[in-house]
């Protein structure tokens, strides 16, 4: 029988926590940890949480109430805390919670290892919220990525943007790159084990600037490791989208053809009073050219609803920009206020108007999602496998469009590049046949 301690883990948020998970098991494994998907036999549960919207917070509040619960009749159950609520709110997890034994942000996890020690040693009450994002970097550079054919890379931390609605500058501070060599040696040693992808990710990933080496030069470097066969990245900020950026797209065809690209709201008023730094024209101008430049790219994108302020007519701008740009996909939110942020000081909008105005917005965001889907029918894609499906010798990949795409196949196919005719639309994804 194994003699390792169960850790349990539950991600919330966007990629790069997903990606923090992946180093975090990593440092576990190595401390005799192994991962279970059933919280009730676990020795560890972690939380790797998101503070970018009020709810997702206030679910983590909620789950670790019920984890607080299992440690009652197990009372030598760890809790810990990481990501983007433990930066924000440390002391006040630990008030609201005192159950949780540590607490780590993400500016910290290359000091994980120590903490794993120190709660094993039955240290309680462990805080680690320092900012040194470089430390960090030239940590999660020695470690090993477990082989999978599409693989999350961190190169950039942290946002000067300061959007007024946002955390993420004041917990994951300020724009900071990592090493050149050390993503190229990190991605290499990956392709040697299987990954075929990369998706390169950073709050503002292409603010990428390492001692003069941009974004596009990165990207280009990436593209001659021959084992590398796609390239992705998220998030972009508008303001970072150089036209030296725009070219990579038409030169490099293994940069793929979708481009997640926030854009909030189509009104200027809004974005000035967002403080975005740019307005609806520029973000339609680098749509435009992206369009000129690779015939075949389409666009997702982030709006937020009901921000302070915001009028039937800004709202409408909103509208007409999804409109005139017409999305792949799209993910969009009622505002919600966040602590701290200059846009708490403001006065909030009803309720209800957000709802309604949400509800016009995914219905429309919704459609677009289905005609570009339904768009997909009897064309043929090379859609990379990732991993196995639901029923019976099923295989789920992505398209170059990043579309999830199901085939039933005899030979398993994880890890394959495959030629697939598409012959149905689901709600989210494609379903086709191999070529
Ligand atoms: S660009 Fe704005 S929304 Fe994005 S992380 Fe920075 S402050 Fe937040």
Known sequence: MSNKK??????????????????????????????????????????????????????????????????????????????CVAQAESLEIFDRQPAVDFIVGP?????????ISKVNDGEKNIIETNFEALDKFQSIASL?????????????EGCDKFCTFCVVPYTRGKEVSRSHKDILREIIESAKKGVKEVILLGQNVNSYNFEGISFPSLIYSLA???????????????????????????????????????????????????NRGHIVEEYVEIINKLRVIRKDICFSSDFIVGYPGETEKDFQETIDLCEQVQFAQAYSFNYSSRPGTPASRKEELDEDVKKRRLHVLQDLLT?????????????????????????????????????????????????????????????????????
Not at 50 to 65: D, F, H, P, Q, W
Not at 144 to 156: D, G, H, L, N
């Open 107 to 115: 500016q910290s996890y290359h000091k994980f290892p120590e903490i």
């Open 144 to 156: 090993a990525v477990k082989p999978k054919p599409s693989a999350f890379v961190t190169i950039q």
């Open 224 to 274: 001659e490791i021959d084992d590398i066969k796609r390239i992705r990245f998220m998030t972009s900020h508008p303001r970072d989208m150089t036209d030296e950026l725009i070219r990579a797209f038409g030169n490099i065809s293994k940069l793929m053809p979708f481009l997640h690209l926030p854009v909030q709201s189509g009104s200027n008023r809004i974005l000035k009073s967002m």
């Open 367 to 435: 459609k677009q999602q289905t005609t570009f889907l339904e768009r997909q029918k009897n064309r043929q894609h090379n859609v990379l496998f990732e991993k196995i499906g639901r029923g019976i010798n099923e295989y789920v990949g992505r398209t170059e469009h990043f579309s999830p795409v199901t085939v039933v196949s005899k030979e398993n196919i994880v890890g394959d590049i495959r030629r697939v005719e598409i012959n149905a639309v689901m709600s989210h994804s494609l379903r086709g046949v191999l070529k």
């Open 6 to 83: 169960k850790v349990f883990i539950k991600t919330y948020g966007c990629q790069m926590n997903e990606y923090d998970s992946e180093k975090l098991l990593l440092d576990l494994e190595k401390n005799h940890y192994q991962q279970t998907g059933d919280i009730q036999e676990a020795d560890m549960v972690l939380l790797n949480t998101c503070n970018i919207r009020e709810k997702a917070a206030e679910k983590v509040y909620s789950e670790l109430g019920r984890v607080k619960k299992i440690k009652d009749h197990k009372t030598d159950l760890k809790i810990g805390v990481t990501g």
